[in-house]
């Protein structure tokens, strides 16, 4: 694993299409990633009674629907493959909980020098849309673990001033696919290779056809680095604050754009090169030719890198990404440490109050709040069950959906709610959702056979066809199944019918 990152961290050729001009998606093999974490791993997370790590349902065949309670405790494999064949289960922040998934930011980080996050996304077979289509803010690297995943991958959509380019087809927003062009790569994953998709770089993916009717696991690494500051644009933004000009947005042309959004150069926060006097002199040389085309202009001919208060705002800035970089790392060490002799994709239940890492006990805390504040105030008119249809889209919102949407566009809260207020058109009279229904919602939220009775009841399109059988799990040799690799027609549209909209 170790020996992986680090090739890929020194390749000239992956820089070029994680940081050059000709940022581009890619495969690789890499047998080493399956079999990582199995469905048994991810039940022993699942099933702990304190969760701390947010673990939700996606119903992406009604329209890119999140279920809005969190999963109850899922105590067997059955009842995982039972709700599997409803949509896509995701984990987030695996590597504070799963010791292989912080084996996995540890190495990466290491060999990247960048903050990193492992995701983990479950999904039945046949699902047609595991993922709608989207952009995410950093950039990944997937590894299938088990089973296969269709991926279409297309180059970033053209700006607009409605929308971020790095939240597309999120919170609200839709991305629609004339939007998309062709597909840059159009590719079935399987167990044992990787994929690189560049931050920004529209995706949506299936299970449909992939020649399995095994579960596929993936598990998710992102790199951050716009989403951490570790990008060209946080360096530019302390240069300007060092030279006494204002922060701006930079944002004279979409290639510049794109370009500020880059790493900043890989390995120069190695500790080695930090506790060179000299790194720093030639990280500012470095920098400024970089962002010469943004910052020079204003400097009128001097070499920005020479300036006193130049040097030390860049010194205090690497300071922060360093501690920022030994925290993350202290808490994954933690993690692989904790779990002990209790197998490779042993779970680390550790919660806030025992763990020893600062970093990873606020994870722990905040995810403990969210999760209450999920349970919490369950009453009709609370607002997470509350929907209008956006006239702009015709799409069920919550007003957290629009103010997200309003947010991510760069416009005002107020301006959301004139919105949510004006021109959105209630679903439920008085926006009263039924009681029944959140009676069910909220008995969903806290026991499996009650959300599985939920979703039989309300989302019965949804559910596949296809049971996958434990036995046949446990024997399934990817190899044997593996598909010819092919390239395909675009992903079949969403579902028309809205998730639970029209029922009651
Ligand atoms: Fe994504």
Known sequence: MEDFFTALASSSSFRRCWTGQTRTPFILPAPFVEGLLSLTDIVEGLSAPCRTCEAALTLTDGGDFRCPISLPPIDSLDDLLEVLRFG?????????HWKRAAEICLAASSAFLFPTNVNVY?????????TD???DNHDVIILQTAGAKHWQIFAPPPRNSQSHPLYRGKHGDKLLLHELGNPLLDVVLHAGEVLFVPMGFAHLT???????????????????TADYNFCLNGLRTILLEQIGRPSDKAETSSQLWW?????????????SRLRCPSAHAEYLQHLTKLLEATIFPWQEGHDLGELPEVQMGVSKHLEQQVESLTMQAEAYAEVVAGSG???PGAFYAAGPSETRSQYRQSMLIHQLAENKRKRDATHAGDLRFVKRIDPRDGAAKTLADVRQYYADSGLSADAADQHWISCCESIYPN???????????VAASERCDALLNFLRRRTPHLQSDIAVERNELAA???WELRAERKSSERLGKPRERRVWDSVD
């Open 88 to 96: 896509t289960v995701f984990l987030n922040t695996a590597g504070l």
């Open 122 to 130: 479950i999904t039945g077979p046949e699902r047609m849309t595991s």
């Open 133 to 135: 289509a989207h952009t």
């Open 206 to 224: 299936s299970t449909q056809g992939t020649g399995h009717a095994g579960v596929s696991v993936h598990l998710t690494l992102g790199l951050s």
């Open 259 to 271: 370009h500020l959004l880059s790493p900043v150069p890989v390995g120069y926060l190695a500790p």
């Open 341 to 343: 002799n209790d197998g």
């Open 431 to 441: 926006d009263r959702p039924p009681e029944n229904l959140m009676n069910e919602l």
């Open 476 to 478: 399934r040799c990817d």
